[in-house]
């Protein structure tokens, strides 16, 4: 079975300083991936897919990137957060076009 | 282009009343559907899936969903809500090829004891 695992659960901090959250899938090769961000009380937007090693597409400029290091791996960063980058954050991959499977999340908090 | 709207920002019931929760898409091809659930600080967990065939699909805890391509919808429902079933329900579209996946804002659901 293919898991999904989202690292770190949650996050304070601060304004100005560098991030890194981190979404690893067991069990399932070649995966299409995506970064999913919610504001508190916000809809879920896509921030950012891949379907391949190496290779990452932006849906939504929010001053953070995101790579593909390895075929299991996908990494969500940026050298300077701002308090707009709070929220909820989801990884999570899909099977073609069929369902999605996400993560439990990491909660940021920018203060 | 495609969306997904959910009318209907806040809803409640109250405990063993029947329920429907609203979704209607926009998409010109043949659209994949799902309702996702999600508790509070948790992710989200996949409630039933629409792929073609019978427009009833049957999901998890008593929930179902009605495909009606000529209304562009995917009506959510459940005979009898339980206080656990408070939380947001999001609408899903997947279409478009391997980046789409589209969400509705969400409906939050509260059971009335």
């Known amino acids: 079975a293919q898991t999904i695992h989202q690292w770190p659960v949650a996050e304070i901090k601060a304004v100005g300083s560098p991030l890194s959250l981190g979404c690893t899938i067991k069990g399932k090769s070649s995966p299409n991936l995506y970064w999913y961000w919610q504001a508190t009380g916000g809809t879920l937007q896509q921030l950012f897919y891949?379907?391949?090693?190496?290779?990452v597409e932006s849906v939504v400029q929010l001053n953070l990137s995101a790579s593909r290091p390895k075929d299991d791996q996908f990494i969500l960063s940026t050298e300077k957060l701002l308090l707009s980058h709070s929220g909820f954050y989801l990884c999570?991959?899909?099977?073609?076009?069929?369902?999605?499977?996400f993560g439990k999340g990491t909660r940021l908090t920018v203060v | 282009a495609q969306s997904v709207t959910q009318p209907d920002a806040r809803v409640t019931v109250s405990e063993g009343a029947s329920l429907q929760l609203r979704c209607k898409y926009s998409y010109s091809g043949t659209p994949y559907l799902f309702w996702y659930v999600q508790y509070p600080r948790q992710g989200l967990q996949l409630l039933l899936k629409?792929?073609?065939?019978?427009?009833v699909v049957q999901g998890v805890n008593g929930f179902e969903a009605e495909f009606s391509k000529s209304n562009s919808s995917f009506h959510l429902r459940k005979a009898s809500v339980h206080w656990s079933d408070s939380a947001v329900y999001l609408c899903v579209l997947s279409a478009g090829g391997n980046e789409k996946v589209t969400f509705g804002a969400g409906t939050k659901l509260t059971i009335k004891p």
């Open positions: 999570a991959w899909r099977r073609g076009r069929r369902e999605v499977f």
């Open positions: 891949s379907i391949t090693v190496g290779q």
């Open positions: 629409y792929y073609s065939g019978d427009p």
